[in-house]
């Protein structure tokens, strides 16, 4: 199968981003974004979203920071994510305004929309579900799950997987507790999955700072992708 990558540029309130758009060709299919980690949208999420065309789906790697952007430091990187996360309602609009602008793609199905999302994306991807969006369901990897407080009593149309180390000191037992209270109120399908001995960024080949609590977990890498691909078929049919 060959996949075919190319730029998607798009403009929101006067600044440019650009995407990685990854489809095997064939017409329209289910469109997947990628939801960056708090580095920018970087050759991690872009390969994600070419492993998702390898899967039979158009893969999105978005951007939310603009073109170019990306961190290169823990500092530069939570520079870049804090305005995102005191301001949870800008965050869904901005990520609002992107599927809408991935829905107008020849080569996406407006149709069949999921979003995945590693660690800050993770949130995104958490965020989308709590508008009440129309989409078909949403994967967080290794997110953050803090409620962001303007969703409440909204219902969550989407289903929901989060694949979740056990000991991240980013999302403890108790923010795993909170998070499932919170979709079972607001109605949604949910799932959580939990890997033992597990910590936060456990898909990154390049975390290994245990201190941080990030470090790299090839069997939670695995078995988290292959949760994703089992969700990804039930909600596509």
Request: net charge negative.
């Amino acid at each position: 199968m060959t996949i075919d990558t190319r730029p998607l540029s798009y403009t929101i309130d006067g600044n440019e981003y650009e995407a990685v758009v990854a489809s095997s060709g064939g017409g329209p299919k289910p469109g997947v974004l990628v939801c960056h980690a708090w580095a920018g949208r970087s050759g991690f999420e872009a390969g994600k979203a070419k492993a998702l065309a390898g899967l039979g789906y158009t893969g999105i790697a978005i951007d939310l920071y603009g073109k170019g952007v990306l961190g290169s430091s823990t500092e530069e990187n939570q520079k870049l994510m804090t305005p995102f996360v005191e301001d949870r309602a800008m965050l869904q609009s901005r990520l609002l305004n992107i599927i809408g602008i991935v829905k107008e793609q020849k080569e996406v199905d407006a149709a069949k929309i999921g979003i995945i999302g590693f660690c800050f994306g993770g949130l995104c991807a958490l965020d989308i579900a709590r508008t009440g969006a129309d989409i078909a369901g949403v994967v967080s990897f290794h997110g953050l799950f803090g409620a962001p407080g303007n969703t409440g009593g909204r219902k969550i149309n989407a289903k929901v997987l989060a694949l979740h180390g056990w000991d991240d000191p980013m999302a403890p037992p108790k923010d795993v507790e909170a998070l499932g209270k919170e979709l079972t109120e607001a109605g949604a399908d949910w799932q959580i999955h939990a890997y033992g001995g597990t910590m936060h960024a456990f898909t990154n080949p390049d975390a290994n700072d245990p201190g941080f609590g990030t470090v790299y977990n090839e069997a939670a890498d695995k078995r988290s992708w292959a949760a994703m691909e089992s969700f990804l078929s039930e909600i596509f049919g």
